[in-house]
């Protein structure tokens, strides 16, 4: 036989019932703000991947266009350096010889002594 609780008015069932009530509305509350949690996350890494991959792009940019600046100077800097090199030097043996028979010729007459044209032959015969 079955026992039956005695009932008042409002009694254990209007209780449960709100208890029920509350426990279902706590469980969908929280519920709720562990998705909405969970989709904040979702939306700031998806916002901190898309801030890191045009952190990337820019910088691969500037890195391309320091590239370029680089490649610029040193063009610049190679004109310069043609620029500036010195010209070959023109018959230097026909210059040699014309110098080597001046100072024979200054040695012959008297102005250079022995020891002067060997100086002087061994500095034209080095430049």
Do not use: C, W, Y
């Not at 609780?5 to 208890?19: D, E, F, I, N, Y």
């Not at 391309?64 to 500036?84: E, G, M, R, S, V």
């Not at 210059?95 to 200054?106: P, T």
């Amino acid at each position: 036989m079955m026992r039956r609780r005695a009932m008042g008015r409002g009694g254990p069932s209007l209780v449960r019932a709100a208890a029920t009530t509350a426990v279902v509305a706590g469980t969908a509350t929280a519920v709720h703000g562990a998705m909405a949690g969970h989709q904040q996350q979702k939306v700031a890494a998806e916002q901190q991947d898309a801030a890191e991959t045009q952190a990337l792009q820019d910088a691969q940019v500037q890195a391309a266009d320091n590239q370029a600046q680089i490649d610029a100077l040193q063009a610049q800097l190679n004109a310069q350096q043609t620029a500036a090199a010195p010209a070959p030097a023109a018959a230097p043996a026909a210059d040699r010889m014309a110098q080597l028979k001046e100072l024979g010729e200054l040695k012959q007459s008297g102005i250079l002594s022995d020891a002067e044209f060997e100086v002087e032959k061994a500095r034209v015969l080095a430049s």
